[in-house]
């Protein structure tokens, strides 16, 4: 084991923050953690999304993944580059994203079904949103407003991208098909967000197609506006260490600003909640800062941990996730949908190995952890071959 981790801390290059990567690889592996579970009917509550209003820690991983996205695109530079022209590198990574996005959408057959009809149900019933589809559209979006726009500018742009799509939800009012018109509403199926989703992207190319009055995608069109401004604030606190110095006062001084306007988002963002329910379905503005506050006070730990005081080898590991992060969501994504594609008797691989491996032998809801852990065990050995091979897949 310890040669192992000497083998990961030696290919990190010099002059690189650690906690960056750190942070990408706990938030890629968190996200194949909880999409990976052996049971869906058996999941336990912090590793499962809120119901509706309300958070829980698996809420905080996709806006920690938007957030170190753009606290990426502000390190990429350097203290002293400036930021590059939007050109087709941004947009080639973007589309790739998108791509890949749909790519996962499409890849599903039903084998267990001599009727099922894969052309109608996937892909003339394509879901167009996902959340490697927010990704690519978060980033190219927040490539140009990084470009065009100063440091104020930028503070500007992470509240109103916020605020802009909640007033609209609060004040626009829409119909449904019968006539019947409504405003201000925030239940499930039944808001702005979700009304303005069925008609962009159809009722049949959302995930909630059977929400009512209104089916919609909790990846919608609207939210990924919001979503932006996590993007956008992760920029911020790039832009933060990017205008400090790289003494080891600085860099505590640093370590605490991080800290504080962490707290700080979180405490406005929980206290706002009677007001402006946190709900990562609706991206709500009070959302935004309670995951962008969770996120920044991970930031400042890590950066404290292995930045300042160098204590790596613990968490060396989650670098081979980190580097490799988009690959290890495709390669969750595909291996998750053969587990469910490959009969095995009247269930599924998946079911099988659930029903007859883990449950036995962990129970239920362990059984179910178990399968989840195990699975990122293997994925992480699949990580580790690239990453002692310098095989970094970029999009």
Same mark, same amino acid.
């Given at each position: ?27 890629? /592996? ?8 052996? #049971?869906?009917?058996?999941? !336990? ?63 599903? !057959? ?19 949103? %996902?959340?490697? &589809? ?73 995930? !909630?197609? #059977? ?24 920029? +911020? ?12 006062? #600085? ?7 991080? /800290?504080?306007?962490? /707290? ?5 963002? &929980? ?17 935004? +800062? ?12 890590? !950066? ?26 495709? +390669? ?30 962990? %129970?239920?809801?362990? %059984?179910? +952890? ?12 699949? *990580?580790?071959? *690239? ?9």
């Amino acid at each position: 084991m310890q040669r192992h981790i000497n083998d990961i801390l030696q290919q990190v290059p010099s002059g690189r923050l650690m906690s960056v990567d750190l942070l990408r690889g706990l938030a890629i /592996a968190a996200m194949v953690l909880v999409n990976n579970p052996g #049971s869906w009917s058996y999941v !336990y509550a912090p590793m499962a999304h809120a119901e509706w209003h309300g958070w829980t820690p698996t809420d905080v991983i996709f806006p920690l993944f938007l957030f170190v996205v753009g606290l990426s695109m502000v390190l990429s530079c350097g203290r002293s580059r400036p930021f590059p022209a939007v050109g087709w590198g941004q947009w080639s990574r973007a589309l790739k994203l998108f791509a890949l996005g749909l790519f996962l959408a499409v890849f599903f !057959y039903n084998f267990r079904d001599d009727t099922y009809n894969w052309v109608q149900d996937r892909l003339e019933g394509i879901r167009w949103m %996902g959340v490697l &589809q927010r990704i690519a559209l978060v980033y190219i979006l927040c490539c140009y407003l990084v470009r065009w726009l100063s440091l104020p500018g930028l503070v500007i742009a992470a509240v109103l991208c916020s605020l802009i799509p909640w007033l609209m939800m609060l004040f626009l009012p829409y119909q449904n098909a019968a006539g019947e018109t409504f405003q201000g509403q925030l239940a499930f199926g039944n808001h702005f967000s979700a009304w303005l989703d069925q008609w962009l992207l159809g009722a049949e190319h959302v995930y !909630y197609r #059977s929400a009512e009055p209104f089916p919609f995608d909790p990846e919608g069109v609207l939210t990924t506006f919001a979503a932006a401004s996590t993007c956008l604030l992760g920029v +911020l606190a790039g832009l933060v260490w990017k205008h400090s110095a790289a003494d080891r006062t #600085s860099q505590l001084r640093l370590c605490r600003n991080w /800290a504080l306007g962490g /707290a700080a988002m979180l405490l406005v963002g &929980q206290c706002l909640h009677p007001l402006v329910p946190i709900n990562k379905a609706l991206w709500s503005p009070s959302f935004v +800062l309670v995951t962008a506050g969770v996120s920044a006070l991970l930031l400042s730990g890590l !950066y404290y941990l292995v930045d300042i005081r160098e204590r790596r080898r613990a968490l060396a590991p989650l670098l081979v996730f980190g580097v490799n992060a988009i690959a290890l969501f495709m +390669l969750a994504g595909v291996v998750g949908r053969l587990l469910i594609m490959l009969p095995v008797g009247d269930t599924t691989l998946k079911g099988w190995l659930f029903h007859t491996v883990f449950q036995p032998l962990f %129970g239920s809801y362990g %059984g179910s +952890l178990a399968f989840a852990v195990s699975s990122l065990a293997l994925f992480y050995l699949v *990580m580790w071959q *690239m990453y002692r091979r310098r095989i970094i897949w970029k999009v």
